[in-house]
């Protein structure tokens, strides 16, 4: 029985842009009790609020690579701005803590938490996009099955999450119908053992073009 | 979008007598939202602030008795998060050159206008918003309330003077009635009587001088038969108009969605109604290499709140 040689690897991240332009960022309401990592493949749910990718869904299954975290959100989209013009609503924080005297809607807001905005933002993953991620493979028994070669650039396959960390890789062992990218270059670490592959989505892939 | 001189076949002639161009010909007013807002800036992702009570009234000592100690109460956090407003306009340098009339190099004067425009929908949707969850005070309750939470609880409002008469339940306080109430006497008496017993959170009156009655344009003509008048309006009797004395000056406010919504300012030294401004408008131009076009753009950061709801009264009318 195979296995993948990490238990946890680097985020996925948005490396070039085939146009030497900005890359595209797109933000939308986030379903509630999201917990991923940037660097984490998403898709809108069934409601059209951003969620953590399923890993299973490959036909139109991916929004977007997150550029934020999951905010936990008690409902869907909470703090989200109210549109046209209004501002973020609710206590714009992830955290809160104890509780405020006879004020049970008040809140005590930690120095220092982080915003909560009710959106995810999120790198599109359209074909000028090209992302970075570490190569692995969920069937794995030895180096080779671990190390990117020269005959994977062109190569599609799938993502597969961490065992162990709340990360993605380029996961050998996921081809045919269960691939969702296509290699297109090797990364800065060059030909090791779980060096870092860059890649495009496939088209297929892509929930909103 | 780009702009191209297919989409303006008029401009490539000379031969108009006149252009009524909405950006020149009516240009916005001076800001209204400064003149009630508090406007601060700020060097950081967000802003947070934090509401502290004081202590209650003294205590009764029995002879040669112990003192009574208290606790000041630490109150609730509210944060805001200016957020970035944006706009440009792409025009073709072919249109750029043959607009015979100028006018498509107005862009800065429109994309000022936007932002000017902008800005005062931003400042005062916190009263179009201020009726529902989207804006709310410190008590996590909406900005107009007429049961906001004081932090000295059931105890403050046992002992704020006159508060039975007031509130609707004990450990509240209203900066909104409990029926909201057309603009009118009866309801600018209301407006009035209610503000005059606003309380801080351990129920001490504090007293704010009321100043302004906001109105949308539709209320005009109510606003001026009852405070213009010099005996009561609408009798024949001859009872002088008492809501001179309050001296109220009207607001007319045309950024208010609302047309029957009104309510009542204190002065900005009472009251925390602000603006935060994390960058103010600011125009940028670019022109793109490949195709020459030109690009004109403006963006700001800013934020408006009304973290304390002491300061301001307000209904929704009907």
Same mark, same amino acid.
């Given at each position: ?80 701005p109210?549109?046209p013009?209004g ?17 049970p ?6 120095i ?47 993502l ?25 270059g ?7 053992l ?14 909103v073009? | 979008?780009? $702009? ?8 490539? $002639? ?8 909405d ?7 001076s ?23 004081g ?5 009764e ?21 200016p ?20 006018l ?15 800005q ?11 009726f ?32 039975a008469?007031?509130?609707?339940a004990a ?25 005059a ?5 351990m ?25 213009a ?15 001179l ?74």
């Amino acid at each position: 029985m195979g296995a993948p040689n990490l238990t946890t690897h680097l985020p996925i991240l948005q490396a070039m842009e085939k146009a030497n332009t900005t890359p595209f960022t797109s933000a939308q309401p986030e379903k509630a009790s999201q917990t991923f990592a940037f660097g984490t493949p998403v898709q809108l749910s069934a409601g059209g609020f951003v969620q953590a990718w399923d890993g299973a869904t490959v036909a139109a299954g991916i929004l977007g690579v997150a550029e934020s975290f999951g905010q936990n959100l008690a409902t869907d989209g909470a703090g989200a701005p109210t549109p046209p013009l209004g501002g973020i609503t609710g206590n714009i924080s992830i955290s809160t803590y104890g509780s405020v005297p006879n004020q049970p809607s008040g809140v005590n807001i930690p120095i220092g938490a982080p915003v909560a905005d009710g959106r995810t933002l999120y790198m599109e993953p359209n074909q000028d996009n090209i992302f970075e991620a570490m190569f692995d493979n969920s069937n794995g028994t030895v180096a080779a099955n671990y190390t990117p070669t020269q005959a994977d650039i062109g190569v599609a396959y799938g993502l597969t999450k961490d065992s162990v960390g709340p990360y993605w890789y380029v996961d050998k062992n996921k081809t045919g119908g269960s691939a969702v990218l296509q290699i297109v270059g090797i990364g800065p670490d060059g030909f090791v053992l779980n060096g870092r592959v860059r890649f495009v989505f496939l088209t297929a892939a892509i929930q909103v073009a | 979008m780009p $702009q191209v001189r297919a989409k303006f076949p008029q401009l490539m $002639q000379p031969g108009l007598r006149k252009i009524y161009f909405d950006s020149l010909d009516n240009a916005m007013k001076s800001s209204d939202y400064p003149k009630v807002f508090h406007e601060g800036n700020s060097t950081r992702q967000y802003e947070q602030d934090q509401e502290m009570a004081g202590i209650s009234a003294l205590q009764e000592k029995p002879e040669d008795a112990s003192t009574a100690y208290v606790e000041m109460i630490q109150g609730a956090s509210k944060r805001i998060e200016p957020l970035t407003f944006s706009l440009g306009i792409r025009t073709s340098k072919e249109l750029w050159e043959d607009d015979q009339y100028g006018l498509v190099k107005k862009g800065p004067t429109l994309l000022s206008r936007s932002a000017a425009f902008t800005q005062e929908i931003i400042a005062w949707n916190t009263i179009n918003l201020g009726f529902t969850s989207a804006v709310t005070t410190f008590d996590g309750l909406s900005l107009f309330n007429n049961q906001h939470r004081l932090l000295g609880g059931a105890a403050a409002t046992a002992l704020a003077p006159g508060a039975a008469g007031v509130i609707s339940a004990a450990g509240t306080w209203p900066n909104r009635p409990v029926s909201d109430i057309d603009f009118s006497i009866a309801g600018l008496q209301l407006a009035t009587n209610m503000s005059a017993r606003m309380v801080d959170n351990m129920g001490f009156p504090i007293r704010y001088k009321f100043e302004t009655i906001w109105t949308p344009p539709e209320l005009r003509f109510l606003v001026r038969e009852i405070l213009a008048s010099p005996g009561k309006p609408y009798t024949s009797d001859n009872t002088i108009n008492s809501m001179l004395a309050e001296d109220y000056k009207n607001m007319e406010i045309p950024w208010l969605n609302s047309p029957s919504a009104w309510g009542l300012f204190t002065g900005k030294q009472d009251h925390s109604l602000e603006v935060i401004h994390r960058e103010k408008p600011n125009t940028d131009f670019d022109d793109d290499f490949d195709t020459d076009a030109i690009k004109q753009k403006t963006r700001m950061r800013m934020g408006a709140w009304c973290p304390r709801w002491q300061g301001v009264w307000g209904t929704s009318g009907p």
